[in-house]
């Protein structure tokens, strides 16, 4: 589980600072020259993957620190950006740059950073980059910090752009590094706060499938402090659409009706919930969303055991249940996959025709996450929706995004089969 603890990210200007006055040449000290040669590989491995763009693609290094990583691929032909938080680091990078741009080899290099935190790439246009690459930043990033990174990394990437994923994982070994180490946060501290978070390659792996990441590639090296996880993962939009546009999809039709659009963006309307599945060829997501009365009972904060028995009641029928709600023909093999449930909860009402916020009493959320993987193409099939055992549910909006289909569909209380066609 990833904390939710407070950083201070500026730590690294800090480490740069000491670094640049000491003469060395970049991040990691004394192992420099050894890191740049492990890099060289990963590179080179890289480019000999079909998957992996070719020069001049435009790529984006995050935490690209003094520049050294993002230089190799601007010397190999990419067009290379980088993004780093440290002042420091990125006015260090942009130094070597200019001075490797003199070399009359380099004359042609296009590099360039810029300073910024690697959850907000706002800088930076949608769709901008072929390639992603993680400068071994993503272990620094911590709590929610780290969904908002792979979102803005969905964004910035093209259609099928890829995401290079270098990241340290696992518990510590033996020595030095595991005086660090917080085994309830799995976060190693560094002057009081957490400085690197260390996920499980499986967490890692969940972390990008919920943000609409497919892996094509991963392995695992041992390490002398912690293992490593690279991987090379692919966006794929279709999925992304269901994290980055839920609850906004343009219906595929032109008579949904002004209550329906209303909750499409976001109004929290009872005994309403909508439902989004996304596939693309075998893989799909599944969100559902609903105010919480309509699938528990009640919207408050769970007050007595017969509150909090409900709601683990609620959320056991949807992780154990949600393929008798969600119907696919059996020959089609299909498996969910249980993501995060929860009730989300929210006090303030933002009333913006009075101008200012006022208090409404307590609305909750239920939310349902799930990924599916079939054994053959939903596409062409029939799908049954049934949601009938909440008696409190009276209306459900549908979207369905399978390929180049998208169907939108509008289903009350009763069954209801649809044919994706």
């Given at each position: 589980m990833v904390p939710n603890q407070k950083t201070n990210y500026?730590?690294?200007?800090?480490?740069?600072?000491?670094?640049?006055?000491?003469?060395?040449?970049?991040?990691g000290g004394e192992t420099y020259i050894a890191r740049m040669e492990a890099w060289?590989?990963?590179?080179?491995?890289?480019?000999?993957?079909?998957?992996?763009?070719?020069?001049?693609?435009?790529?984006?290094?995050?935490?690209?620190?003094?520049?050294?990583?993002?230089?190799?691929?601007?010397?190999?032909?990419?067009?290379?950006?980088?993004?780093?938080?440290?002042?420091?680091?990125?006015?260090?990078?942009?130094?070597?740059?200019?001075?490797?741009?003199?070399?009359?080899?380099?004359?042609?290099?296009?590099?360039?950073?810029?300073?910024?935190?690697?959850?907000?790439?706002?800088?930076?246009p949608d769709e901008f980059f072929d390639a992603v690459i993680d400068g071994n930043c993503f272990h620094c990033i911590i709590g929610p910090d780290r969904k908002k990174t792979l979102d803005e990394v969905s964004r910035v990437l093209r259609k099928d752009g890829v995401f290079y994923v270098g990241t340290m994982i696992g518990d510590p070994?033996?020595?030095?590094?595991?005086?660090?180490?917080?085994?309830?946060?799995?976060?190693?501290?560094?002057?009081?706060?957490?400085?690197?978070?260390?996920?499980?390659?499986?967490?890692?792996?969940?972390?990008l499938n919920e943000s609409g990441f497919s892996v094509i590639h991963q392995e695992v090296s041992q390490r002398l402090w912690w293992d490593h996880f690279s991987c090379l993962a692919r966006l794929q939009k279709t999925l992304a659409i269901i994290l980055l546009l839920a609850g906004s999809i343009v219906p595929a039709t032109a008579s949904a009706n002004s209550k329906k659009e209303h909750r499409h963006h976001g109004a929290h309307v009872h005994g309403t919930a909508t439902l989004n599945?996304?596939?693309?060829?075998?893989?799909?997501?599944?969100?559902?969303?609903?105010?919480?009365?309509?699938?528990?009972?009640?919207?408050?904060?769970?007050k007595s055991e017969k509150d909090k028995k409900k709601i683990n009641d609620t959320i056991a029928k949807f992780a154990t249940g949600i393929g008798s709600m969600i119907q696919f023909e059996e020959a089609l093999g299909c498996i969910f996959s249980k993501g995060k449930i929860e009730v989300v909860?929210?006090?303030?009402?933002?009333?913006?025709?009075?101008?200012?916020?006022?208090?409404?009493?307590?609305h909750s959320d239920f939310v349902a996450n799930f990924t599916i993987e079939c054994k053959k193409e939903v596409k062409g099939t029939k799908v049954v929706f049934d949601f009938s055992q909440f008696k409190d549910l009276k209306d459900l909006d549908i979207t369905l995004l399978v390929g180049d289909l998208q169907k939108s569909i509008e289903v009350k209380r009763k069954p209801v089969s649809v044919e994706l066609k």
């Open positions: 500026l730590i690294h200007n800090e480490i740069y600072q000491d670094l640049k006055s000491a003469g060395l040449e970049g991040w060289d590989q990963v590179i080179q491995n890289l480019l000999g993957r079909s998957e992996f763009p070719k020069p001049p693609a435009r790529i984006l290094e995050l935490g690209s620190g003094a520049g050294d990583i993002a230089l190799k691929f601007a010397k190999l032909g990419f067009e290379a950006f980088g993004i780093e938080i440290s002042p420091i680091a990125v006015a260090w990078a942009n130094e070597k740059a200019f001075e490797k741009a003199k070399d009359s080899i380099n004359k042609n290099l296009q590099a360039q950073f810029v300073q910024g935190c690697v959850t907000d790439l706002s800088q930076f070994k033996p020595g030095k590094a595991h005086l660090k180490f917080d085994p309830i946060s799995r976060c190693q501290i560094q002057k009081g706060v957490p400085y690197r978070y260390m996920a499980q390659k499986e967490e890692v792996m969940n972390e599945i996304a596939f693309d060829q075998l893989k799909g997501r599944v969100e559902f969303k609903s105010a919480s009365e309509a699938v528990i009972g009640f919207e408050h904060a769970a909860t929210e006090e303030d009402h933002d009333d913006s025709s009075k101008g200012h916020v006022e208090r409404q009493g307590e």
